[in-house]
């Protein structure tokens, strides 16, 4: 374990339950199974690769005594950093652009960072002062990428691990999963090529203006974008990881890019059925059971079918922001089920009565 022994490290991460949603279900038309990843101690499914990266590094560093773990991710993966290094034992220093928004600052500084610091207009500026004037100046500090390391990946892959545990026979039918720099797809993916090959459908799902990975596997390279202009911004990644860009052109992975106004419909209907406030990043996957285009993806599914949705989570969602969303996008509910049989039907907007909802 390196020059100095530790005492025994726990995975900065939980197991977490899979649930079926009757509500999801019957909007469907399959079976629908949550996996809550919302409910890791991070907020978010980042717990997993970023908990797993700093877990491997303490376990491989030569003065794992000495580490000191570095962000620079004002978001669900500085959050994470921070949680997994706390729960670990190790400090955590996290720079943050000056546009990051006081609420994630705030839960960054109470998961217990040791600095939260704020550097230049963008994640650029802030990533670039991080390397050059504080990593430069460390021997002991440790960088800790968001999204593109196979320790990540590795991390990502448990979620798998414990849904062949935790589904009825065993197997899921298609997994639906969000894509931001496509460190959560890849582990996904490979999890489930391991065990089933390409026998399990992966719906990969981005918001417009921050389809990294649509435009990618469109023009079939690697493409940057200029900038992210979706509200998704926890799906903000201009460029997707290599790794997940190689896996995105396998048969069994369908590329799906939904507007900003379905994925926040995602958020309220999944609030309403299943009492669960989650970012427009993780409304996106969840956006496909309500509007009809599950089975138009993927045909051959039937009501026995079983598809598993990775509730990502995320932090930067407030009760208010979703009200927000809600009455700006309300006309997305012309797009989706009527059956007052899905609770979030009864509660959805009356967009046609209302001056408010407009596509403008």
């Known amino acids: 374990m390196g020059s100095m022994n530790m005492p025994e490290l726990q ?7 899979l649930v079926e949603s009757a509500a999801l279900s019957k909007a469907a038309g399959c079976r629908i199974f949550l996996k809550l990843e919302n409910l890791q101690p991070s907020g978010s499914f980042k717990s997993r690769g970023i908990g797993n990266l700093i877990l491997r590094t303490l376990q491989t560093h030569p003065t794992p005594h000495l ?3 570095y962000s620079s991710s004002g978001g669900n993966a500085g959050l994470a950093a921070v949680s997994a290094a706390v729960i670990l034992g190790r400090p955590a220093t996290v720079v943050v652009p000056l546009s990051t928004k006081p609420l994630m600052i705030s839960k960054i500084r109470v998961a217990g960072a040791t600095a ?7 994640w650029v500026e802030a990533d670039m002062y991080l390397r050059e004037e504080i990593l430069a100046k460390d021997p002991n500090g440790v960088y800790v990428p968001p999204f593109d390391h196979q320790d990540v990946w590795a991390g990502a892959e448990t979620i798998v ?7 009825e026979g065993g197997k899921p039918d298609a997994m639906v999963c969000s894509v931001g720099g496509g460190g959560l797809f890849s582990g996904v993916f490979m999890g489930l090529e391991k065990r089933w090959g390409n026998d399990v459908d992966v719906l990969a799902m981005e918001t417009k203006g921050a389809e990294s990975l649509a435009k990618s596997l469109a023009k079939g390279e690697m493409v940057t974008l200029p900038g992210i202009t979706s509200i998704a911004t926890s799906l903000g990644a201009v460029r997707v990881a290599t ?6 052109q396998n048969p069994n992975v369908r590329s799906v890019v939904l507007d900003d106004a379905e994925a926040a419909m995602g958020c309220w209907r999944l609030a309403d059925d299943e009492r669960l406030l989650v970012e427009p990043a993780c409304g996106v996957s969840v956006a496909v059971c309500y509007d009809g285009r599950l089975k138009t993806l993927l045909p051959w599914l039937t009501a026995a079918s079983k598809v598993v949705i990775v509730v990502c989570g995320g932090s930067d ?3 208010e922001r979703l009200v927000e969303y809600r009455a700006r996008y309300g006309y997305a509910e ?6 007052e049989a899905v609770p979030s039907t009864l509660t959805a907007p009356n967009w046609e009565s209302s001056e408010h909802f407009s596509e403008a």
């Open 11 to 17: 995975a900065p991460w939980i197991e977490t339950p």
């Open 67 to 69: 580490t000191h773990f």
């Open 116 to 122: 939260v610091i704020q550097r230049g207009a963008t």
């Open 161 to 167: 691990d414990e849904v062949e545990r935790q589904i």
């Open 243 to 248: 790794k997940a860009f190689e896996l995105g």
């Open 317 to 319: 969602i407030t009760l």
């Open 334 to 339: 012309r797009w989706t089920t009527t059956d």
